[in-house]
């Protein structure tokens, strides 16, 4: 996830770039500088290009436009990572999980100049997955340096010209059609930080979501398209907007025919996934004495996931599945650490994560589809850093207990 100041939630992975968003009370400045996440990293041999033909996946994961229930996905870095990018593959499908999500940056992909593409590093990352008979979540986002007139790369942010953002995806659903399944739109563009380092706008996201639909269904009508995990942040300022009001204001904008999935982030923080979220809004221990109002502590709950499907059926969107885009805990108990008042053991992770898995197969079937936890992590990360402490294994490939767990519960799965 990056290290993202409100991540309420691992936002995003951004570990990816998203790191886990901890709906923090003390946020950096919103001009902090951020961390280069391992996603960034050059693509390996890159070439303007086609290099090779991409296969197409062996297996149909999506039928009428959903997945089955509580689909287990598992967020992967294969990016510029060749020596350990099917090793990271195998563990992740003897885990059982049938989806993993992967970033695909704007500025990776487009870097220098409009209609100058380098598809070398995406063919070989979209080959080995398809390959590996595993469906992929690409996670499109954060703007190529030439995208913006005020510079503020490397800091993501819109496009100032919406056609180059729309051009950028139909490229990508042309080029991987049939071979990509779903996209995700952005990632938590309700904190200032994804979003330009400017106040969040829920109208301007909605119509860069509007723009990506039509150019995705153009190219690919079979694709999924999600729009952005949302950070389940409490602070409610211009650098941040809850994940609630945000979804509410994005509805008031019309989003309604311009998605398939609703994307969201679900991080458990210290609570166990099944308690009700007004116990934890109620409970300081829980809640880390949020001075917010009740209503946007509840947002420390895996189960938080319930408020959000209230506001899409309010919208009219009972019958869309929603994709948890990021969930997990953290087992981060550095002292300096936003995280380290909610992290749990390893032990702990491993039981609330399955637990977090059974809860939503039992209780969310009706809605649920993906289910995206954090991390099969980045080779290069250390645990200097966040994203490192919410992994399920570790960065040489050995394994931590919630593998274990995931992998030995899958066999239970209805």
């Given at each position: 996830?990056?290290?993202?100041?409100?991540?309420?939630?691992?936002?995003?992975?951004?570990?990816?770039?998203?790191l886990v968003g901890v709906a923090c009370q003390s946020?950096?400045?919103?001009?902090?500088?951020?961390?280069?996440?391992?996603?960034?990293?050059?693509?390996?041999?890159?070439?303007?290009?086609?290099?090779?033909?991409?296969?197409?996946?062996?297996?149909?994961?999506?039928?009428?436009?959903?997945?089955?229930?509580?689909?287990?996905?598992?967020?992967?870095?294969?990016?510029?990572?060749?020596?350990?990018?099917?090793?990271?593959?195998?563990?992740?499908?003897?885990?059982?999980?049938?989806?993993?999500?992967?970033?695909?940056?704007?500025?990776?992909?487009?870097?220098?100049?409009?209609?100058?593409?380098?598809?070398?590093?995406?063919?070989?990352?979209?080959?080995?997955?398809?390959?590996?008979?595993?469906?992929?979540?690409?996670?499109?986002?954060?703007?190529?340096?030439?995208?913006?007139?005020?510079?503020?790369?490397?800091?993501?942010?819109?496009?100032?010209?919406?056609?180059?953002?729309?051009?950028?995806?139909?490229?990508?659903?042309?080029?991987?059609?049939?071979?990509?399944?779903?996209?995700?739109?952005?990632?938590?563009?309700?904190?200032?930080?994804?979003?330009?380092?400017?106040?969040?706008?829920?109208?301007?996201?909605?119509?860069?979501?509007?723009?990506?639909?039509?150019?995705?269904?153009?190219?690919?009508?079979?694709?999924?398209?999600?729009?952005?995990?949302?950070?389940?942040?409490?602070?409610?300022?211009?650098?941040?907007?809850?994940?609630?009001?945000?979804?509410?204001?994005?509805?008031?904008?019309?989003?309604?025919?311009?998605?398939?999935?609703?994307?969201?982030?679900?991080?458990?923080?210290?609570?166990?996934?099944?308690?009700?979220?007004?116990?934890?809004?109620?409970?300081?221990?829980?809640?880390?004495?949020?001075?917010?109002?009740?209503?946007?502590?509840?947002?420390?709950?895996?189960?938080?996931?319930?408020?959000?499907?209230?506001?899409?059926?309010?919208?009219?969107?009972?019958?869309?599945?929603?994709?948890?885009?990021?969930?997990?805990?953290?087992?981060?108990?550095?002292?300096?650490?936003?995280?380290?008042?909610?992290?749990?053991?390893?032990?702990?992770?491993?039981?609330?994560?399955?637990?977090?898995?059974?809860?939503?197969?039992?209780?969310?079937?009706?809605?649920?589809?993906?289910?995206?936890?954090?991390?099969?992590?980045?080779?290069?990360?250390?645990?200097?850093?966040?994203?490192?402490?919410?992994?399920?294994?570790?960065?040489?490939?050995?394994?931590?207990p919630a593998y274990d767990a995931i992998k030995a519960?899958?066999?239970?799965?209805?």
């Amino acid at each position: 996830m990056r290290r993202k100041f409100l991540r309420t939630l691992f936002s995003t992975i951004a570990l990816g770039s998203m790191l886990v968003g901890v709906a923090c009370q003390s946020a950096p400045p919103p001009n902090a500088t951020q961390k280069p996440s391992a996603t960034t990293k050059p693509a390996v041999a890159a070439s303007p290009t086609p290099t090779m033909v991409v296969t197409a996946p062996t297996v149909a994961l999506v039928t009428n436009g959903r997945v089955e229930a509580a689909s287990p996905a598992i967020h992967v870095f294969q990016w510029g990572h060749r020596e350990e990018a099917d090793r990271d593959l195998k563990l992740a499908k003897d885990a059982g999980f049938t989806w993993v999500k992967q970033r695909f940056e704007w500025r990776n992909i487009e870097k220098t100049a409009k209609n100058q593409f380098e598809w070398n590093e995406p063919d070989i990352v979209v080959d080995r997955i398809n390959k590996n008979g595993l469906g992929i979540i690409a996670r499109l986002d954060n703007q190529p340096d030439w995208a913006r007139r005020d510079k503020i790369f490397p800091a993501s942010g819109p496009p100032d010209t919406m056609e180059d953002w729309k051009d950028f995806v139909e490229q990508m659903a042309e080029r991987y059609k049939g071979k990509i399944q779903a996209y995700e739109i952005w990632n938590e563009p309700n904190i200032t930080r994804e979003w330009g380092n400017v106040k969040p706008d829920a109208k301007a996201y909605t119509e860069l979501l509007k723009v990506s639909y039509a150019a995705i269904k153009k190219a690919d009508p079979n694709a999924i398209v999600i729009s952005a995990g949302l950070s389940p942040t409490t602070e409610v300022s211009d650098r941040a907007i809850s994940d609630t009001q945000y979804l509410r204001e994005m509805y008031a904008s019309g989003v309604k025919d311009n998605f398939d999935m609703l994307g969201i982030h679900a991080p458990g923080f210290k609570a166990a996934p099944d308690v009700d979220p007004q116990v934890v809004a109620s409970d300081p221990q829980f809640n880390n004495n949020d001075p917010s109002a009740d209503a946007l502590r509840r947002a420390y709950s895996f189960r938080h996931a319930e408020d959000m499907r209230k506001i899409m059926e309010e919208g009219g969107d009972g019958a869309k599945q929603i994709a948890i885009m990021e969930m997990g805990w953290t087992s981060d108990t550095r002292p300096n650490s936003p995280y380290a008042w909610h992290a749990v053991s390893e032990e702990q992770k491993a039981e609330y994560l399955v637990k977090a898995l059974q809860y939503a197969r039992t209780n969310w079937s009706g809605w649920v589809g993906l289910m995206s936890i954090i991390y099969i992590p980045s080779p290069e990360w250390t645990p200097s850093d966040e994203q490192y402490y919410w992994s399920i294994t570790n960065p040489d490939g050995t394994v931590r207990p919630a593998y274990d767990a995931i992998k030995a519960a899958k066999a239970g799965r209805p």
